[in-house]
């Protein structure tokens, strides 16, 4: 299995980023976004069931919608109204069925926020 995380990048506040994740070598029940900021513990972003329903980090609600592509096995996290305290490394995770926990994640992509 391999996530390949991509879009992330340097944006200004108050603007707006699509980060996409492609998993290969399986279908996966639920899709999830991470993020850890230097210095910082790895934070829950967001996470989508296979069929379609999601939750969110309390920090990213009403800000960031994920989404997913069932037949592409991909992943997206639209990120709207971006803050500096969005820029972290934005990991990728994907939990099989019959699955309690995360089975695979990706190599991380990096948002930066200036102000």
């Known amino acids: 299995v391999q996530l390949q995380a991509s879009g992330g990048g340097l944006v200004q506040a108050g603007g707006s980023l699509r980060l996409s994740c492609a998993a290969s070598g399986s279908t996966f029940r639920n899709y999830a976004w991470f993020r850890q900021a230097p210095g910082k513990e790895r934070e829950f972003v967001a996470d989508?069931?296979?069929?379609?329903?999601?939750t969110y980090g309390d920090s990213v609600k009403g800000r960031f919608t994920i989404s997913r592509d069932n037949a592409k096995n991909t992943v997206y996290l639209q990120m709207i109204s971006l803050k500096p305290e969005d820029t972290a490394v934005y990991y990728c995770a994907v939990r099989r069925f019959y699955s309690s926990e995360y089975n695979y994640w990706g190599q991380g992509t990096l948002v930066t926020v200036s102000s």
């Open positions: 989508i069931n296979w069929s379609g329903g999601t």
